[in-house]
């Protein structure tokens, strides 16, 4: 396992990522941080950390620069700004497809709370590179204009005790054209601090890319 530390470019954004590689990965999960998080969020890192000892690389990158993140702590505008945050991540998600360590392996998205949202627009701008989705505690809705676009596999995880999430993953079932499917952790709050909830999460993550990443998507399947 190898770990290092990368920039990606958007525009004049410059975007840290930890790039995390293993030997013959068989895809690699880029995390989308959700509202006020970083890829310093240790839930995300947990769950990394899980991906990696499963045979997957990560990229767990900010989305927002450090100058617009001082700025975003004032204002909590830019972490609801969904078309920048996507904008950033299918950055990344190109950056992943050219850069050696990662060129040629299907791209798995794991975003949390708002990151959901902007892993839900990507997959939907990059069919060809997106392999599986997976949202944690994720605000789905936000991303309701795209569901109908997303061609890859989504799985949403809620913890059984957030009711609105609960509900928006529910609703966002019903208008995703495509294999999904709402996981709940029993008895779980939004950021799953209860006890094995994390666990469960990252088990159930492994499961979905385990599955999905590296499936044939040229004819359709899944």
């Given at each position: ?61 900010d ?11 004032a ?20 950056w ?36 599986a ?39 966002a ?5 495509v294999?999904?499917?709402v996981?709940?952790?029993p ?8 006890p ?13 890319f ?13």
């Amino acid at each position: 396992m190898n770990v290092q530390t990368v920039t990606v470019a958007d525009g004049d954004a410059e975007l840290t990522g930890d790039l995390t590689t293993v030997p013959d990965a068989a895809g690699v999960v880029l995390f989308a941080h959700g509202s006020g998080s970083s890829r310093h969020s240790p839930r995300n890192r947990e769950v990394a950390d899980a991906l990696n000892k499963a045979g997957l690389a990560t990229l767990l990158i900010d989305l927002l620069t450090a100058d617009e993140d001082r700025i975003d702590q004032a204002t909590r505008q830019l972490r609801f700004d969904i078309g920048l945050l996507t904008r950033r991540l299918t950055a990344a998600a190109d950056w992943l497809a050219q850069d050696p360590r990662t060129a040629g392996l299907d791209v798995g998205l794991f975003g949390a709370s708002t990151g959901a949202a902007a892993a839900l627009a990507t997959a939907a701008d990059r069919p060809r590179q997106v392999g599986a989705v997976v949202s944690r505690g994720g605000r789905v809705d936000l991303a309701e204009d795209r569901l109908a676009e997303v061609s890859a596999p989504v799985l949403m995880i809620a913890g059984s005790a957030d009711e609105p999430i609960v509900r928006v993953s529910f609703a966002a079932s019903e208008n995703l054209h495509v294999l999904n499917e709402v996981h709940l952790v029993p008895d779980a709050t939004h950021l799953f601090e209860e006890p094995g909830a994390l666990e469960q999460v990252a088990g159930a993550a492994m499961a979905w890319f385990g599955d999905h990443l590296g499936a044939d998507r040229s004819s359709g399947q899944r």
